[in-house]
């Protein structure tokens, strides 16, 4: 697998995002553990201040009086890891509970009165969570300041916090994976379509295969479609050229053999290599008309018509200016259409040459769209078809004295069937010919 694949990027991608969105919603969670746990042993750490502060006691002097044991049994147990402490600043005496023998917890001091405190402090290389709480503590008429503290090693803490990122990030780690599975699993079947279309491909350079076959999901069907519609052009191409070229061989046989026995008779052979001549650069021509026929195609630019058919009839304009002929066009400005403009020059050109050497005075072009299909529209003056099906035939002409070698509308009848089109000659309106070419939109 390149590692320009399809497949490695989005599996890279996934892989990125996955665990940046694994790595944040880890993170938030263990906060959030985190805030909970410390407001929980917060809490629990204030409720042993509420039970100093029910135990504490002053005498008639003021001095604090404190039980021998309370009912938390790790303040009696020294280096239990919670301790408890109670000062009177107005006597200088302060009581600790049996479990800070031979320890000195943090405890804090100078408390404002009615508010609660609340740290985390570290000594001799230990950490602690501190709770603690000022009061006036009334006494008669009087009232003196009592400080509550009670201080706990995080051992607990962190213990609960380091279980909790275990099975965290042991249960995202192995959520990750399984994402990570299922996503290649997925990719995998998305991506089944492309290799098959990769598959295909080949046998088709391998020449196992024509086209591509199989069915396709919607977003691959438009492409295979143009694969397909580009293979069919690229054969019809290549099978114009090959029997262009056939043909082309097959039909200089004759004048070339006619050519070869005039040189028997050298008092015909001028009249007789001319004629010969003439007959075959009308073959050339309408060989290699069929042949560059473009043919249709949904990959043309579309072609706007109006300027194409105007300099048409300006060259048409120049060559028949002494006869003074009147072309008239009737297209829409912005019409378009998917054509070759070469093949466009051929098709108007040839039927409008035609159409202008037996119009007596008006040429009329007219474009139009019908059913989804091209509509070119060619008419005269003249005299129209006299046999219809004659003037499609390669060589034939309809009157002699007309020059050209009866080569034009044989040519638009290739390129126009290239197009999967058809062309009908009729009478016109005008009186004389009509020819009418449908074009069907590129598939």
Same mark, same amino acid.
């Given at each position: ?174 959520? $990750?994976?399984?994402?990570? /599975?299922? @996503?290649?699993? *997925?990719?995998?079947? =998305?991506?089944?379509?492309?290799? &098959?279309? #990769? ?78 001549? $003439?007959?075959?650069?009308? /073959?050339? @021509?309408?060989? *290699?008309?069929?042949? =560059?026929?473009?043919?249709?195609? &949904?990959? #043309? ?143």
């Amino acid at each position: 697998m390149g590692s320009g694949s399809i497949r490695t990027r989005l599996m890279l991608g996934a892989f990125f995002v996955l665990t940046s969105f694994l790595a944040g919603a880890g993170y938030a969670l263990e906060r959030a553990f985190f805030d909970s746990a410390l407001s929980a042993h917060r809490a629990r750490l204030q409720g042993d201040v509420y039970l100093l502060m029910a135990a504490a006691e002053l005498d008639a002097d003021g001095a604090l009086v404190m039980p021998p044991a309370l009912t938390e049994p790790r303040f009696s147990l020294p280096s239990s890891g919670l301790y408890a402490n109670v000062s009177n600043p107005n006597h200088r005496e302060e009581w600790q509970s049996s479990s800070t023998l031979g320890v000195r917890p943090p405890f804090p001091r100078g408390l404002q009165a009615g508010k609660w405190f609340y740290d985390e402090r570290e000594r001799d290389g230990k950490r602690y969570l501190t709770a603690a709480y000022g009061v006036l503590w009334a006494d008669g008429p009087r009232a003196q300041p009592l400080s509550f503290a009670v201080v706990e090693e995080d051992t607990e803490f962190q213990r609960e916090l380091k279980q909790f990122r275990n099975t965290l990030w042991a249960w995202l780690g192995g959520a $990750a994976l399984v994402l990570l /599975i299922a @996503q290649t699993l *997925l990719l995998g079947w =998305g991506l089944a379509p492309l290799r &098959r279309v #990769a598959r295909e491909i080949r046998r088709i350079e391998g020449g196992e295969q024509t086209r591509l076959e199989e069915q396709y999901p919607t977003e691959l069907a438009a492409l295979t479609d143009n694969l397909n519609t580009l293979i069919e052009q690229e054969r019809a191409r290549q099978r114009r050229y090959k029997d262009a070229l056939g043909d082309l061989a097959h039909s200089l046989k004759t004048p070339l053999a006619v050519l070869r026995g005039g040189l028997s008779d050298p008092t015909t052979l001028m009249q007789t290599v001319e004629e010969q001549v $003439a007959r075959m650069d009308g /073959i050339v @021509q309408h060989q *290699l008309g069929r042949a =560059g026929a473009s043919g249709a195609t &949904r990959f #043309a630019p579309a072609l706007v018509l109006a300027p194409v058919l105007q300099r048409i009839v300006d060259s048409l304009g120049k060559v028949y200016a002494e006869r003074n002929l009147q072309f008239e066009i009737d297209c829409r400005p912005k019409l378009s259409w998917k054509l070759d403009e070469g093949d466009v020059f051929e098709v108007c050109g040839n039927v409008m040459d035609n159409a202008a050497k037996w119009a007596r005075s008006r040429v009329r072009c007219s474009v139009r769209v019908e059913n989804r299909s091209l509509v070119l529209c060619f008419e005269d003056d003249g005299p129209g078809f006299s046999d219809t099906s004659a003037a499609l035939q390669r060589g034939v002409r309809l009157d002699e004295q007309v020059p050209g070698h009866g080569i034009g509308l044989t040519v638009v009848a290739d390129i126009v069937a290239a197009y999967g089109g058809e062309i009908n000659l009729t009478r016109s309106g005008l009186g004389g010919g009509r020819v009418e070419i449908r074009l069907p939109a590129a598939a």
